[in-house]
């Protein structure tokens, strides 16, 4: 099995996704939740072999030999299993994601001598880490600024609880609760 003969299978099976009127564009065969089938399709087309297979994130997790998922990324599993994690992707922040969960986005994974390679419909060339699929740069993207997001509400002492004044049209001022505060003539 070749890098160009996974693509070709790929942008082909897309292909055919497109012309039944299935998709518009590679993202939609994830966002529509057929990336399971479109994988196994891709798979029917090469043939089944045996150094390719389709995977989900959630085959990745649990502990190192314990021969179970439990949704939890831990990085000496999966620098066991040999898959690379990109620079500045830490195993807290794949799991804040919620890559684990079941069911969340299925890929193709290729044994090649040079390593493991991971394709899906919007990255047929391949890339040398499943956390490199657009699909969990979002996901990932998406977990670090709800982080940052965090730490700001942490350490800037704005209390969760607290719900500021909001202003609509006409000048009324509401609580959170929807009555109007008394206007600054009653008051």
């Known amino acids: 099995m070749t890098r160009s003969a996974i693509a070709l299978a790929i942008l082909e099976t897309l292909s055919e996704y497109k ?8 993202r939609q ?8 089938q479109f ?3 891709v798979l029917e087309r090469l043939g089944r072999p045996m150094d390719v297979s389709a995977i989900e994130y959630c085959n990745l997790t649990g502990l190192s030999g314990a021969g179970q998922e439990d949704e939890l990324y831990y ?23 919620g890559l684990g969960w079941f069911g969340t986005h299925t ?17 047929p060339q391949g890339v040398d880490s499943p956390f490199s ?8 993207r998406d977990a670090t600024k709800k982080r940052f997001i965090g730490s700001l509400i ?5 209390q969760p609880g607290i719900w500021p004044l909001r202003r609509f049209g006409g000048g009324n001022t509401f609580r959170r609760g929807g009555r109007p505060l008394p206007s600054r003539s009653n008051r």
């Open 19 to 26: 012309e039944a009127g299935r998709v518009k564009h590679p």
């Open 29 to 36: 065969i994830v966002t529509k939740s057929c990336s399971r």
């Open 39 to 41: 994988a196994y399709d």
């Open 75 to 97: 990085e000496n599993t999966l620098s066991e299993s040999g898959v690379k994690v990109p620079p500045g992707v830490t195993a807290d922040l794949v799991n804040a994601s």
């Open 107 to 123: 890929f193709l994974r290729w044994e090649s001598p040079a390593g493991l390679s991971f394709f899906d419909a919007e990255v």
């Open 133 to 140: 699929l657009p699909f969990a740069k979002r996901l990932l």
């Open 154 to 158: 942490k350490y800037s002492g704005v």
